[in-house]
């Protein structure tokens, strides 16, 4: 596999276009891949956001999705596929870190939506605009708050 990160990209987007469940609505990039810092040993994280899966075990559905998944990626060595519900993931109570690395990272690979490439573009105005930084720390970043303990409103 060659690491050359807009031809993964590129090839990912073509893959993941064959998905052929309704209810998966969109598949977003994230992490090194989709910040193009990738190397040899990186895996690919994956997000996808489905719709009217919430009433199936959690275990289950999750499992469904990573093997749809991996049906369409087997040539790659390794990916982390998280999955979400598409309501909550652009309505959510609450913004962890993980949801907001994802928010600031995230390459659109397929969106049936029709709504994320705004959404993002929404949501990453309100990160700068809140005053949240984000610190890289060798491989890693973390987020520091604009006062200590503040609470602060992306969305």
């Known amino acids: 596999m060659s ?5 993964v990209i590129n090839d990912l987007r073509g893959r993941l276009s064959r998905l052929i469940n309704e209810n998966y ?3 977003l990039l994230f992490g090194s891949w989709a910040r193009c810092e990738a190397n040899e040993r ?8 489905h719709r009217g899966l919430d009433k199936i075990n959690k275990l289950k559905r999750s499992r469904a ?13 390794g990916f982390t596929v998280l999955d979400m519900d598409f309501e909550e993931f652009v309505n959510p109570g609450i913004i962890r ?21 705004d959404f993002l573009a929404h949501v990453r105005r309100r990160i700068v605009e809140s005053g949240l930084r984000r610190v890289r720390d060798g491989r890693a970043y ?11 409103r992306v969305l």
């Open 97 to 117: 870190p993980l949801l907001l690395n994802i928010y600031w990272d995230a390459l659109i690979l397929l969106d049936r939506s029709g709504i994320l490439r």
């Open 42 to 49: 990186s895996d690919i994280d994956i997000l996808v956001l």
């Open 25 to 27: 609505v969109a598949v």
């Open 142 to 152: 973390y987020w520091i708050l604009p006062k200590p303990m503040a609470e602060v």
């Open 3 to 7: 690491l050359d990160c807009n031809s």
């Open 65 to 77: 999705i990573y093997l749809a998944i991996t049906a369409l990626l087997r040539d790659y060595p």
